[in-house]
């Protein structure tokens, strides 16, 4: 049975947060739901600092919670963006071989696509590579047509003014500071004041370990932000790259690797790489808050990462300080665009979970803290996933 709910809040205005309150209005009409965002306006993290892409489930374990709510969040999504006039572009993507070493990992991959029911998919050989993307090369490729790119921050506007319209509250500027219990309800503190609902979710994306402490949950898993660096290509280059064009993963991490990605603008971005972020909220070079670094070094998960992976985080830092050698890994793929032909441009920050053991978390993980549901990992796919990650967090809200 149902429980009796007349409030439900959310702390957390990012596509996740916004899309947990809308179906909430959708499944429990008249639950009074209220969203509550630490920035001036929705969707201003992840959300609107990351590729644009809407996969189609290439990569994730069959049977996990990524795998399984990538597949339906796209045909959601899809279908969202079309009945609201939102951009969605279906321009596909191929992940490329290009080193006889990776048949391996590219066999594996083509499994994993297989199994998760990716629509579309094909195997192409050097030459059908060509006929999709010309100036792409490599030994093989898998071709997604429907994977695609949209623009993330839109569909958040619009999911925060489908709450408004339910009748649901959407306070930007408004941070929890404190999470309590009170008389069988949960109480979030902010600055100017309090809100009593009966149950919460916490969608704080790069805030998710601070806000699942606040509510009582355990240290472990602490995020720990990557920084992703974007190139653009230059406008006389852009029309090199039809769609998307991406290596094959190296499985030990759920970073992608550098890609040439389209944007629903028109544009054409090579990126992102993966650095240790020193500001959690910072999309600046130079952004460093002490805290946050500090945060970091002080987490025993941090050091036993680093201690595993710390050669591929020289090459990362490598690339980072030089547009050669960042560039140095994009052209395997596409040698056409080199680095007199980009510049550089934005920043992402992404949220990743890492366990005091230095496992990097790989899929997705929801808390319940007595009352509060906590989304503790939520990176990509999750804005990709996010109208199915609302079905299940309201699913078990409810429960």
């Given amino acids: 049975m149902a429980h009796s709910l007349d409030t439900i809040g959310i702390v957390g205005g990012g596509i996740v ?5 809308r179906e909430i209005t959708l499944r429990r009409p008249g639950t009074r739901v209220v969203v509550l965002e630490k920035e001036v306006e929705v969707g201003a993290h992840q959300t609107g600092h ?3 892409v809407v996969h189609a489930g290439i990569y994730y374990r069959p049977g996990s919670l990524k795998a399984t709510l990538c597949t339906r969040g796209r045909l959601l999504l899809r279908d969202y963006c079309a009945e609201h006039g939102l951009p969605y572009d279906e321009c596909g993507k191929v992940v490329v071989a290009v080193d006889p070493a990776e048949a391996d990992r590219f066999d594996a991959l083509e499994r994993t696509a297989t199994e998760n029911g990716v629509p579309g998919l094909r195997r192409l050989d050097a030459a059908a590579l060509r006929e999709v993307e010309p100036h792409a090369v490599g030994l093989a490729a898998l071709h997604s047509p429907h994977t695609a790119i949209t623009d993330y921050v839109a569909v958040a506007r619009r999911l925060a003014a ?7 509250e959407v306070h930007c500027s408004t941070p929890a500071t404190a999470i309590s219990r009170v008389a069988g309800r949960v109480r979030v503190s902010t600055p100017r004041s309090s809100y009593d609902v009966d149950r919460l979710v916490l969608c704080g994306g790069l805030q998710s370990d601070r806000l699942g402490r606040l509510a009582g949950g355990e240290a472990d898993p602490r995020i720990v932000p990557f920084r992703g660096e974007y190139l653009a290509v230059r406008r006389e280059k852009q029309d090199l790259v039809r769609g998307m064009v991406y290596p094959v993963p190296d499985p030990r ?3 992608l690797g550098v890609h040439f990605t389209r944007r629903v603008g028109g544009g054409l971005e090579v990126g992102p790489n993966a650095v240790l972020a020193p500001h959690r909220d910072g ?3 130079r952004s460093v808050r ?3 670094l500090a945060s970091t070094l002080a987490w025993p998960g941090f050091w036993r990462m680093a201690r595993q992976h710390w050669r591929t985080g020289v090459t990362e830092v490598r690339g980072s300080l030089s547009v050669r050698a960042y560039l140095r890994q994009a052209q395997r793929y596409v040698p056409g665009i080199g680095p007199d032909d980009v510049v550089r441009a934005g920043f992402g920050v992404r949220a990743q979970a890492v366990d005091r053991d230095g496992t990097l978390v790989d899929d997705f993980r929801i808390d319940d803290l007595d009352g509060v549901l906590c989304v503790r990992n939520a990176p990509s796919p999750a804005a990709t996933s996010s109208l199915a990650i609302a079905e299940h967090v309201v699913t078990r809200l409810t429960a």
């Fill in 17 to 21: 947060g916004l899309a947990v309150g």
């Fill in 50 to 52: 990351n590729s644009g």
């Fill in 162 to 168: 489908d709450i408004e319209a339910a009748g649901g």
């Fill in 253 to 255: 991490y759920p970073f």
């Fill in 283 to 285: 999309y600046r070079r």
């Fill in 290 to 292: 002490p805290a946050d």
